[in-house]
């Protein structure tokens, strides 16, 4: 399908949603993204820490994905060509993997996450702070409108009638806004998508006086206490080059466990925990909660990695997948594939 008259919406624009765009774009379809953050890339996130005292002092800190792993031909020619474009390199961890073949090659932002995310998004109608609350199909028309609010709550005017729609929000939001919308489902599809789950992840930013102990290939879950799951230094992986600052991630036991608790206690007991790899006093902290930070269970579909609800609505993400068992530190890949096959649905009916 090439028809100039067809226009998607994607709501979400993480991995997925931009990966669905660029298909659909090369494919002659015109195409934009909304999305509520105030910025593109989804879990693919990072922050600035300053310290108020020297505003010389300048943390750069990812604190969705960390790095991301590698093992499907088509993610690798396309991260191939990130990196031969200077957004992405092979993370420093990826040297002492010793079996590349069967565990895949590791990446990370040659510089932050988001300015990766910001460069791939170049080009594409972009519709940030806006939270979509409800969908409307328009048999007159044969589009759809879409009921937009901002961050404040105020009414957002989007002159988009899309065609098509693609949604890859976590899935307990995109069922909470087919309710809404009074979107029929199919008892099949009702079980299929109430039964994924997600890990959650407490996340911590900090930064330091001074440069931690952290290697530069960073800590993973089998180094730390049991409590942590990721420990990285973006001063010593070179990202951070003005600020030492530093990601702690929680498990997800931990993170369910005291995910309701005040975010001063829970920063406490980050710090208490790194402590023998920090090294250093704290200037600056930050304590982010993703609820929908990994999937936990998936929506397994019978040949694509999407579920079309209709011809012109699918649905699309890290949940989606043809098999049962996926390691979840892929869930990155897991959402380029899934975004790579919602824009084909499109673009081959």
Known sequence: MTDTQTHCTILGGGMAGLTAAHALQSQGISVSIVDKGQGIGGRLASRRLRWDPDPKILGIADYGTLQFRVTDPHFQHQ????VEQGLLRLDPCSASNADHGKLGQIYSGTSSLRTF????????????????????????????????????????PLFLHPTHLIL????????ALLQESAIPLTQ?????LHNVRYYPCL?????????????????RSEELPPELSALRCHYRSGISPEGCAVTLQASPSFSEQHWAA??????????????????????????HRWRYSQPAQYCVCSDRPHLALQPNLILAGDAFTTQQDIDP??????????GLSAAAAITEA
């Open 79 to 82: 991260v191939d060509r990130w």
């Open 117 to 156: 995310t910001q460069s791939i998004s170049h080009g594409l109608p972009l519709h940030l702070k806006t939270r979509i609350t409800q969908l409307h199909w328009q048999t007159a028309t044969q589009t759809w409108e879409l009921t937009a609010l901002n961050p404040t709550g105020a009414s957002v």
């Open 168 to 175: 890859t929000c976590p899935v307990p939001q995109t069922l």
């Open 188 to 192: 099949r599809q009702q079980d299929d």
């Open 203 to 219: 996340t911590a930013l900090l930064l330091l006086a001074n440069p931690s102990q952290i290697p530069a290939t960073g800590l």
């Open 262 to 287: 005040e975010d001063a206690w829970i920063l406490k007991q980050f710090i208490r925990l790194a402590q023998p790899w920090l090294g250093s006093s704290v200037l600056t902290q930050h304590l």
């Open 329 to 338: 530190s892929l869930f990155v890949q897991q959402a380029f594939l899934s």
